[in-house]
């Protein structure tokens, strides 16, 4: 029987986080397959994964992470969910809803031009209707998706037979128009699968590929979308090599970008090397180096309470559907989590809850039954629980 409480102890005896250091780690529920070209998103404590692809065909399937509980959730899809796809585009907008749009299906085949939305509160898929289409001129794969004061921008792509492109394609929320910005400034060279980050009202874009290999080092320029001007950004320190398939982050507590993963102009593997550029000084710092066992490309990451995580992936040879973390800085625990821990040192056998003050007992013991509800529904294994009590 105690076989069955195993899940139940990361609650109760949490190990100390290792630092400076990837480690895999133990999640729950309804897991997605392996997979990489998948993207991943965070709103409200969660991670949202969509698409990807496998071995032979890409997926259409959702899922929804819980960080504080490690359980996975299949989201049910709709005849107006997204088809299969990946390398698409996909961000939250200021609706606190899920956008997806572009990707490619098949040998490089692009997905239709559909904009979809996931409503997080509803849980269900919605095809927007949009207007002005006729400025989508070519159905490009490989872009980046971000969302600005009510706008959705999407920078870059590429296309079977229909090259690359630096163009920047604004879908204005409220009228559901889409338009071309008309940027000037030095503007980054056509790419696809590249990498942004949004810092306020500007946009960083990270490397990307075009019909030659990556560039010998990590190129950035900015954008501003306010005034639609594009600079370039030089940077000092330990710059990583260019690259694609890699992921960038950016942590507005250390006000840095974290650069992880992809490979290189030599077609070589990144050996999951971890870059931190500095966004104060442009400086960049190699956080680690490691071994072969970490080699990611076409990954998805987030950063979520002081830590990075990275979703899946592939390493040349085959795909991965685990979840790796890397602690970036040092979260205090709550101060619910150290009243629970200290009941627990003051007797071995049950910890002694009426030992705290009334509103500390309440949120203890909130805190207990809301995680065992949740690992019991991941696990699956409530019913095996109930009955090895009843044959005691």
Not at 68 to 83: A, D, F, L, Q, Y
Not at 95 to 121: A, E, M, R
Not at 272 to 288: A, S
Request: aromatic share 14%; hydrophobic share 30%.
């Amino acid at each position: 029987m105690l076989a069955f409480f195993k899940p139940l102890a990361r609650f109760f005896s949490p190990s100390k986080p290792s630092y400076d250091n990837w480690e895999f780690i133990k999640h729950y529920g309804q897991a997605p397959a392996s997979r990489s070209g998948h993207e991943v998103v965070v709103e409200g404590g969660k991670a949202y994964l969509f698409g990807g692809c496998g071995l032979n065909s890409p997926f259409g399937d959702f899922f929804s992470y819980d960080f504080k509980t490690g359980v996975w959730k299949s989201i049910r899809t709709s005849e107006n969910s997204p088809s299969p796809r990946s390398s698409f585009g996909m961000c939250v907008g200021n609706d606190n809803s899920i956008y997806v749009w572009g990707g490619t299906f098949d040998n490089l085949k692009s997905c239709d031009q559909h904009l979809y939305q996931f409503d997080i509160h509803s849980g269900l898929w919605t095809k927007i209707q949009t207007f002005n289409n006729e400025v989508l001129t070519i159905a490009y794969f490989g872009r980046s998706a971000n969302c600005y004061n009510g706008k959705l921008y999407f920078f870059g792509g590429g296309a079977l037979g229909g090259g690359f492109t630096n163009e920047v394609v604004v879908l204005d929320l409220k009228t559901k128009r889409w338009a071309k910005a008309q940027t000037t400034g030095s503007s980054p060279s056509p790419r696809c699968k590249h990498r942004t980050c949004l810092v306020g009202g500007q946009l960083f874009v990270f490397g990307g590929v075009d019909r030659l290999p990556p560039k010998a080092r990590m190129d950035i320029f900015v954008l501003c979308l306010d005034t639609l001007v594009w600079r370039s950004v030089k940077t000092v320190g330990q710059i990583p090599e260019g690259r694609t398939g890699h992921t960038c982050e950016y942590d507005p507590s250390s006000n840095a970008v974290y650069l992880w993963g992809g490979y290189t102009q030599t077609m070589l593997f990144c050996p999951f090397d971890l870059f931190k550029l500095d966004l104060k000084t442009f400086e960049w710092t190699m956080k680690k180096a490691f071994d072969s066992k970490f080699f990611r490309c076409f990954h998805s990451s987030s950063i979520y309470s002081g830590t990075l995580y990275s979703f899946g992936g592939s390493n040349g040879t085959e795909c991965f559907g685990d979840i790796l973390q890397f602690h970036i800085y040092h979260t205090p625990p709550r101060l619910v989590q150290l009243a629970a821990e200290s009941c627990k040192k003051k007797s071995r056998k049950t910890p002694r809850y009426d030992l705290l003050p009334p509103e500390l007992q309440h949120k203890t013991q909130q805190r207990r039954r809301c995680n065992l509800k949740n690992i019991f529904r991941g696990c699956n294994i409530s019913s095996k629980i109930r009955e090895s009590r009843s044959n005691v």
